[in-house]
């Protein structure tokens, strides 16, 4: 049984189910008081309110942040979308979660994919289809300039390629390792390489489906 609002209130949830929805977080409490023609105090009554009807819930008793709930008390499915950058075409020398121009975006669920200035990257090419990315698909990637043996990481190489392959450090070079038997492992100089991010999980691209 759907729990029943007052006009104000429903009005209050409908604004914010429709940002949250827009920009895959809650709106101030100075953005909501502007959009309802109301004080501050309004809106924490409102809140308060709902909080009470178990319609959204508040990370602690002061916290700014809220999230909608469903009928089942749980966080509403609209509170998981998050918007990342796609990369484009790639700035020699700059961190990748650093430039300014993008080549679209991508919509994520936050509940899996956690962390500041995440970015996604189309991959081209069949040399990680072993750890099943294949051509098309979209990485998506936590910002790193550093990476551990074995982790899968986005690399700019001399500064102008962007690559996707298993990271290694040896002694006296880097190696870049394809999973993919009709490739060969590439070495490189330190100052050839410049690990941009790691890879935290992949998206199948338009023609496949959506990857575990």
């Known amino acids: 049984m759907q729990t029943e609002l007052t006009p104000k209130q429903q009005r209050f949830f409908n604004y ?7 920009t895959g977080k809650a709106p101030s409490l100075r953005q909501s008081a502007d959009e309802m023609g109301v004080s501050h105090a309004a809106i924490s009554q409102l809140i308060t309110a709902l909080e009470k ?11 700014r942040t809220i999230h909608l709930l469903n009928p089942i008390r749980k966080t509403a499915g609209i509170m998981r979308w998050r918007e990342i950058p796609i ?14 121009e993008w080549g679209g975006s991508v ?4 509940t899996l994919y956690r962390g500041p200035n995440l970015f996604a990257l189309w991959v ?16 998506i990637c936590e910002p790193r300039q550093f990476a551990e043996d074995g982790e899968i990481v986005v690399a700019l190489i001399n500064q102008e390629e962007a690559t996707v392959k298993r990271f290694f450090r040896r002694k006296r070079y880097i190696e870049l390792r394809p999973e993919n038997p009709a490739y060969k492992p590439v ?18 691209g338009p023609e496949g489906v959506d990857k575990v």
Do not use: T
């Open 16 to 22: 914010l189910e429709r940002e949250i929805i827009r």
């Open 53 to 63: 009807k178990e319609i959204l819930k508040r990370d602690g008793r002061y916290s």
């Open 107 to 110: 919509v994520i669920d936050s």
């Open 187 to 204: 070495r490189y100089d330190f100052n050839e390489i410049l690990v941009q991010g790691k890879v935290i999980g992949v998206q199948r």
């Open 87 to 100: 990369v484009g075409e790639i700035a020699a020398g700059l961190p990748l979660y650093a430039q300014q």
């Open 124 to 139: 081209k090419g069949e040399s990680m289809r072993d750890a099943a990315i294949l051509d098309g698909d979209l990485v």
